[in-house]
């Protein structure tokens, strides 16, 4: 299925086959589920300059209105994932939903107003003892300081050695998150600190509940999607078919679990594209 051009592509498990076929027959019973970094938008070594790929766009446009619901779900802040991927206003993402911050922030296409928590005071006390602790590690440069509001993410991508600057971060700031009962989340040549209580799963448990929704299909790239892999493989415990998606192969964790791995973001865009005249076709 999908077009000549485009076909469907094949998941690689029984279980994620079952999933795609309950999709594909009943598609207004699905919530389609995507992250936005390396799923929606390729990685880029600056944060700031992160966007939709171009064809994601018109693909959730045309899945979306076949579908029971499309949700991002990221550790980005609401309102930049609805910015970086130019979520707001589109005919056909009428009904879309951006949960940001894990889970802990939720922006509604119908509404174009977000909804988040109160701060955790533990992110402006343990931001405060950042520079120092940067400093007494020597990292030389290229470590950045991604301000997210709720959280801050240390990233090492444009480090002189991003790994080496990982891995000498990685203890430090596990001991600040824990000193100031924040969580130590870890991703693609970044560290973040935020606070605990959500994750992806819990948003995606959360929201299929509040949707109604048979049928999950979850697409991500890194280890914060791990929590929701683990949510939709409970889901399917509970008889719910679903679809595992990989967005590239950088995070064997993963890529390992899944019942489909394609390329990067303009893989995901182009199987978005073709379930969505997969099933317009039905
Ligand atoms: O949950 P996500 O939507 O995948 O967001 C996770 C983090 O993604 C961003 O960092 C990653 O993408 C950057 C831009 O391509 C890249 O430079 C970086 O190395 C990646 O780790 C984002 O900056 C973080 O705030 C998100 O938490």
């Given at each position: 299925m999908g077009s000549p051009e485009n076909p469907l592509p094949t998941p690689t498990t029984t279980t994620g086959t079952a999933g795609l076929t309950a999709l594909l027959a009943h598609p207004a019973k699905a919530v389609v589920a995507l992250d936005f970094d390396g799923t929606l938008a390729d990685i880029v070594?600056?944060?700031?300059q992160a966007r939709a790929h171009p064809r994601a766009l018109p693909a959730l446009a045309a899945l979306a209105p076949h579908v029971a619901s499309i949700v991002v779900i990221t550790g980005r802040p609401a309102e930049v994932a609805v910015r970086f991927g130019g979520f707001a206003g589109v005919p056909g993402l009428e009904r879309l939903v951006v949960l940001g911050h894990y889970g802990a922030e939720r922006w509604d296409a119908a509404t174009g107003t977000v909804t988040a928590p109160d701060p955790h005071p533990g992110v402006a006390a343990a931001r405060a003892e950042l520079p120092a602790l940067l400093d007494g590690l020597a990292?030389?440069?290229?470590t950045w300081i991604e301000e997210k509001g709720q959280a801050f993410a240390v990233h090492t991508r444009r480090a002189t050695d991003p790994q080496a600057a990982f891995d000498a971060l990685r203890t430090p700031l596990a001991g600040l998150a824990t000193r100031h009962g924040l969580v130590l989340e870890p991703g693609r040549m970044v560290l973040e600190l935020r606070p605990p209580g959500v994750d992806k799963g819990v948003a995606l448990t959360r929201y299929v509940d509040e949707s109604g929704a048979e049928t999950i299909l979850y697409a991500g790239d890194d280890l914060g999607d791990l929590p929701a892999y683990t949510a939709v493989d409970a889901l399917r415990a509970n008889g719910h078919p679903g679809l595992l998606v990989c967005s590239g192969t950088e995070v064997p964790e993963l890529s390992t679990r899944s019942d489909l791995t394609l390329p990067g973001p303009a893989a995901v865009a182009d199987f978005l594209a073709a379930l969505a005249e997969a099933v317009s076709a039905t």
């Open positions: 070594p600056d944060p700031e990292l030389g440069q290229g």
